[in-house]
C-alpha cells in the first residue's frame, strides 16, 4: 500500500480535519505517484466508510470491532498499528485533531516509526519528502525528514489544506479485521459535551476586537471594554486571555474557542501562534498592534503597527468617540 | 503518591530568535529563556494533587537542558515546592526527535517507579506534543492528553480531556499513568521568599545525556530551519501613537467601512 489516511468521526461523519488532510495526501500522491486509500475505524464506522466510498480515493478499508465503539486510546492506536503492519502502507497520515493526539504518538511508539505533527504542508525533493511545520511559538519554520525505512506517520495540523479540494470519485470498501484485547485497553472514556453553550457567538460578528497576553495585566480590561463600545465590536480573546481568567471561554478564538470570519478583525497584542490563527485567517480584514516586530500575526494581517497597545488604544477610543 | 513533572526550558514568547548559520536551530545568544508554559501548569497540578491528598508523597522535578541554563527553572519549580529534582545534562546540538526524548526519560525515570508523571501538552519550541505519550508507552503506563481536570476516584484517575470548540471528554485510568496537561486548568504559583531559600538546599541529581543508554537512533531530523514567508502583503502604519491611530480610523473608514 502507499498511502493510508485514517479517518476521524465526529456524529457519524468524517471529521473535517480528516478531510483535510486527505487532500493533502491526494496532492501528495500526484506528486510523487503513488495510490491513496483510507481507513474507517471506531463508532459509526461502517457510515464513515460508506461516505468515504465516494472520494477519489483507490479503497477504503473497514475495520468493525465492538471494542472500538466507545474511544479508548490504547484500542485506537492497536488497530491502526494492526492495520499498518498488515497493509505496509509508506506513509500514514491523520489530521491533527486533539482526539487525535491522544492516540496517534501511541502507534509511533508501537511501530517505532517516525510521527510528524501539525505539518502545514510538504515538499518532495529527489526521492525525499521533507514535511513543513512551525516552531518556536509558530516565528520559525521548519523542514522535517524521516530517517528510517518504512512508514512515517504525519498529522497535519486544521486548516493547513481546504477540505472544499476533495477529490471526488468511487471507491470499493474491504473490511480488514483486527484482534484487540480487552484486558490489554487501559483506559475507559465518557461521552463527549460540550461546556458553556449559550455565550458570547463571535461567529455572526461583524468586528471583533481581540486580545491577546500583551495587554498585560487586568487593570487594562477596561481599556479594550471602552474600545469595544466606541468601535460597536465584540471581544475576543487568544488562550492566555482566557487561561488567567479575564475572559470567559466563551470569548475564546482558535482552535480551543470559535472560528470567527468577520469584517473587520482588531488583533491586539495577540502573538498569532497557529492555534489561534487557524481561528481568524478567514476575517475579510485583520489589523494587528503588537510590540514585536517578528510576531507571527504580522504573516496573516493586513494591516500592522508595531507599537503599544496600551497607548494607541485609549487615543483610537477617543478618536472613534468623536467621528 | 509519587509524582514526576517534565519541565522545559524553551524561548519565551517575545524573545528574539536569529537562526544559527548551520540553520538547524537558534543562536542562542539571544534568546530569553523562559519555563515551558503548559509545564508550569503540570508542576501546579502535580503540588495540588499532595496537597489534596494531605501532603503525602513527593513531587520530583525532571528536566532536560544545558549545564548552563536549565538549572534556573529546576530551582524555580523546587522553589514553587518541588521536592527533588533530576537534571538531564544535554549540550548542543540538542535532540529534537520526540522518540528519542522520550525514550532518555523513560531510562532516566524508570526505577523510580512513579505513580504518575505530568508534563505540559507540548513544548512551545519544538511543538511536538509526543513526548508524554511515548514516555507512558515506554514505561507501560496509561496515557491521557490535553488535560483540563483532574479527579482522584477509587484509586484510579479521572481526567478531563479537552476536544476542540469547547468540547469535553471525561477518560478514567489507571495508575500508574503519564498525563500531558493543557494550559489553563489552574492558577499556577509564584515562589515564595521561603521556597526559594529552601530550594538551595533541595537536592537536584545530575546526569550526562550521554551516560544514558538508549537503543536505536533519531527516526526524524531537522532538515533545514527557517523564516516562513507571509501569507499576505501586510501594510504597516507607522508614525508617533496620533499619526497611527489617525492613519487607522482612516482606513477603518474609507478602506474596511467598519466605520
Same mark, same amino acid.
Given at each position: 500500500?502507499?498511502?493510508l489516511?485514517?479517518?476521524?468521526?465526529v456524529?457519524?461523519?468524517?471529521?473535517?480535519?480528516?478531510?483535510?488532510a486527505?487532500?493533502?495526501?491526494?496532492?501528495?500522491?500526484k506528486?510523487?505517484?503513488?495510490?491513496v486509500s483510507?481507513?474507517?475505524?471506531?463508532?459509526d464506522?461502517?457510515?464513515?466508510?460508506?461516505?468515504?466510498s465516494?472520494?477519489?480515493?483507490?479503497?477504503?478499508?473497514l475495520?468493525?470491532?465492538?471494542?472500538?465503539?466507545s474511544?479508548s486510546?490504547d484500542?485506537?492506536?492497536?488497530t491502526?498499528?494492526?492495520?499498518?503492519?498488515?497493509e505496509s502502507?509508506?506513509?500514514?497520515?491523520?489530521?491533527?485533531?486533539?482526539l487525535?493526539?491522544?492516540?496517534?504518538?501511541?502507534?509511533?511508539?508501537?511501530?517505532?516509526k517516525?510521527?510528524i505533527?501539525?505539518v502545514?504542508?510538504?515538499?518532495?525533493d529527489?526521492?525525499k519528502?521533507?514535511?513543513?511545520?512551525?516552531?518556536?511559538?509558530?516565528?520559525?519554520t521548519?523542514?522535517?525528514?524521516?530517517?528510517?525505512?518504512?512508514?512515517?506517520l504525519v498529522g497535519f495540523?486544521?486548516a493547513a489544506?481546504s477540505?472544499?479540494?476533495?477529490?471526488?470519485?468511487?471507491a470499493?470498501?474491504?473490511?480488514?479485521?483486527?484482534?484487540?484485547d480487552s484486558?490489554q485497553l487501559?483506559?475507559?472514556?465518557?461521552?463527549?459535551?460540550?461546556?458553556?453553550?449559550g455565550?458570547?457567538?463571535?461567529?455572526?460578528?461583524?468586528?471583533?476586537?481581540s486580545?491577546g497576553?500583551?495587554?498585560?495585566?487586568?487593570?487594562?480590561?477596561p481599556?479594550v471594554k471602552d474600545?469595544?463600545?466606541?468601535?460597536?465590536?465584540?471581544?475576543?480573546?487568544?488562550?492566555?486571555i482566557?487561561?488567567?481568567?479575564?475572559l470567559?471561554?466563551s470569548?475564546?478564538v482558535?482552535?480551543?474557542g470559535?472560528?470567527?470570519?468577520?469584517?473587520?478583525?482588531?488583533?491586539?497584542?495577540?502573538?498569532?501562534?497557529i492555534?489561534?490563527?487557524?481561528?481568524?485567517?478567514?476575517?475579510?480584514n485583520?489589523?494587528?498592534?503588537?510590540r514585536?516586530?517578528?510576531?507571527?500575526i504580522?504573516?496573516?494581517?493586513?494591516y500592522?503597527?508595531?507599537g503599544?497597545?496600551?497607548?494607541?488604544v485609549?487615543?483610537?477610543t477617543?478618536s472613534?468617540?468623536n467621528q | 503518591?509519587k509524582?514526576g513533572?517534565l519541565?522545559?526550558?524553551?524561548?519565551?514568547?517575545?524573545?528574539?530568535?536569529r537562526i544559527?548559520?548551520?540553520?538547524?536551530?537558534?543562536?542562542?545568544?539571544s534568546?530569553d529563556?523562559?519555563t515551558?508554559e503548559?509545564?508550569s501548569?503540570a508542576?501546579?497540578?502535580?503540588?495540588?494533587i !499532595?496537597?489534596r491528598?494531605g501532603?503525602?508523597?513527593e513531587?520530583?522535578v525532571?528536566?532536560m537542558?544545558?549545564?548552563?541554563?536549565t538549572?534556573?527553572?529546576i530551582?524555580?519549580?523546587?522553589?514553587?515546592?518541588?521536592?527533588?529534582?533530576?537534571?538531564?545534562?544535554?549540550?548542543a546540538?540538542?535532540?529534537?526527535?520526540?522518540?528519542?526524548?522520550?525514550s532518555i526519560?523513560a531510562?532516566s !525515570?524508570?526505577?523510580?517507579?512513579?505513580?504518575?508523571?505530568l508534563?505540559?501538552?507540548?513544548?512551545?519550541?519544538?511543538?511536538s506534543g509526543q513526548?508524554?505519550?511515548?514516555?507512558g508507552?515506554?514505561?507501560?503506563m496509561?496515557?491521557?492528553?490535553?488535560?483540563?481536570?483532574?479527579?482522584?476516584q477509587?484509586?484510579?484517575?479521572?481526567?478531563?480531556?479537552?476536544?476542540?470548540?469547547?468540547?469535553?471528554?471525561?477518560v478514567?485510568?489507571p495508575f500508574?499513568?503519564?498525563?500531558? !496537561?493543557q494550559?489553563?486548568?489552574?492558577?499556577?504559583?509564584?515562589?515564595?521568599?521561603?521556597?526559594?531559600?529552601?530550594?538551595?538546599?533541595k537536592?537536584?541529581?545530575?546526569?550526562a545525556?550521554g551516560?544514558i543508554?538508549?537503543?536505536?537512533t533519531?527516526?526524524?531530523?531537522?532538515?533545514k530551519?527557517?523564516?516562513?514567508?507571509?501569507?499576505k502583503?501586510?501594510?504597516?502604519?507607522?508614525?508617533?501613537?496620533d499619526q497611527?491611530?489617525?492613519k487607522?480610523?482612516?482606513?477603518?473608514?474609507k478602506e !474596511?467601512?467598519?466605520i
Amino acid at each position: 500500500m502507499d498511502i493510508l489516511v485514517v479517518l476521524e468521526g465526529v456524529n457519524g461523519t468524517i471529521h473535517r480535519i480528516s478531510k483535510e488532510a486527505l487532500v493533502a495526501a491526494q496532492a501528495l500522491g500526484k506528486d510523487i505517484n503513488q495510490k491513496v486509500s483510507v481507513l474507517a475505524f471506531g463508532k459509526d464506522s461502517a457510515n464513515l466508510s460508506k461516505e468515504a466510498s465516494g472520494f477519489n480515493v483507490n479503497e477504503v478499508i473497514l475495520v468493525e470491532d465492538d471494542n472500538l465503539n466507545s474511544y479508548s486510546a490504547d484500542a485506537y492506536a492497536e488497530t491502526i498499528k494492526q492495520v499498518v503492519e498488515k497493509e505496509s502502507p509508506n506513509f500514514v497520515i491523520m489530521g491533527y485533531s486533539y482526539l487525535v493526539r491522544d492516540f496517534f504518538p501511541k502507534v509511533s511508539a508501537r511501530l517505532q516509526k517516525p510521527l510528524i505533527t501539525d505539518v502545514i504542508g510538504y515538499k518532495t525533493d529527489g526521492g525525499k519528502t521533507l514535511y513543513t511545520k512551525q516552531v518556536i511559538h509558530g516565528k520559525l519554520t521548519v523542514d522535517i525528514e524521516s530517517k528510517v525505512e518504512g512508514p512515517v506517520l504525519v498529522g497535519f495540523q486544521s486548516a493547513a489544506y481546504s477540505a472544499d479540494n476533495l477529490e471526488n470519485g468511487s471507491a470499493e470498501i474491504r473490511t480488514v479485521a483486527v484482534a484487540l484485547d480487552s484486558a490489554q485497553l487501559k483506559t475507559t472514556s465518557e461521552e463527549p459535551f460540550q461546556e458553556e453553550s449559550g455565550g458570547v457567538d463571535l461567529t455572526a460578528a461583524d468586528k471583533i476586537i481581540s486580545i491577546g497576553r500583551g495587554v498585560g495585566k487586568e487593570e487594562n480590561m477596561p481599556m479594550v471594554k471602552d474600545l469595544a463600545v466606541a468601535l460597536k465590536a465584540e471581544i475576543g480573546a487568544s488562550r492566555p486571555i482566557v487561561d488567567s481568567g479575564w475572559l470567559p471561554n466563551s470569548h475564546q478564538v482558535g482552535s480551543s474557542g470559535q472560528s470567527v470570519t468577520p469584517n473587520l478583525y482588531l488583533a491586539l497584542g495577540i502573538s498569532g501562534a497557529i492555534q489561534h490563527v487557524v481561528g481568524m485567517k478567514g476575517s475579510k480584514n485583520i489589523v494587528a498592534i503588537n510590540r514585536d516586530p517578528d510576531a507571527p500575526i504580522f504573516e496573516v494581517a493586513d494591516y500592522g503597527i508595531v507599537g503599544d497597545i496600551l497607548e494607541i488604544v485609549p487615543k483610537l477610543t477617543e478618536s472613534l468617540k468623536n467621528q | 503518591m509519587k509524582i514526576g513533572v517534565l519541565v522545559k526550558q524553551v524561548a519565551g514568547s517575545e524573545s528574539p530568535l536569529r537562526i544559527d548559520s548551520n540553520e538547524k536551530w537558534v543562536d542562542e545568544g539571544s534568546v530569553d529563556f523562559a519555563t515551558n508554559e503548559s509545564d508550569s501548569y503540570a508542576l501546579e497540578e502535580a503540588l495540588q494533587i !499532595i496537597e489534596r491528598s494531605g501532603g503525602e508523597g513527593e513531587v520530583v522535578v525532571i528536566s532536560m537542558g544545558p549545564a548552563d541554563r536549565t538549572p534556573k527553572i529546576i530551582r524555580e519549580a523546587l522553589a514553587k515546592g518541588g521536592h527533588r529534582a533530576i537534571h538531564i545534562q544535554e549540550e548542543a546540538p540538542y535532540e529534537t526527535d520526540p522518540f528519542m526524548v522520550a525514550s532518555i526519560f523513560a531510562e532516566s !525515570i524508570k526505577d523510580e517507579s512513579f505513580d504518575l508523571v505530568l508534563s505540559g501538552l507540548q513544548s512551545d519550541d519544538l511543538g511536538s506534543g509526543q513526548t508524554g505519550v511515548i514516555l507512558g508507552e515506554l514505561l507501560g503506563m496509561s496515557t491521557a492528553t490535553l488535560v483540563m481536570g483532574v479527579e482522584l476516584q477509587d484509586g484510579k484517575l479521572r481526567v478531563k480531556r479537552e476536544l476542540e470548540s469547547g468540547w469535553f471528554q471525561w477518560v478514567t485510568l489507571p495508575f500508574p499513568a503519564c498525563i500531558t !496537561i493543557q494550559s489553563g486548568l489552574n492558577q499556577p504559583r509564584y515562589p515564595s521568599l521561603k521556597g526559594i531559600m529552601g530550594a538551595k538546599k533541595k537536592e537536584i541529581k545530575s546526569i550526562a545525556k550521554g551516560d544514558i543508554k538508549v537503543s536505536g537512533t533519531p527516526m526524524q531530523e531537522f532538515s533545514k530551519l527557517y523564516s516562513h514567508k507571509a501569507e499576505k502583503r501586510t501594510e504597516m502604519i507607522e508614525g508617533s501613537a496620533d499619526q497611527i491611530v489617525e492613519k487607522m480610523v482612516d482606513i477603518f473608514k474609507k478602506e !474596511i467601512k467598519a466605520i
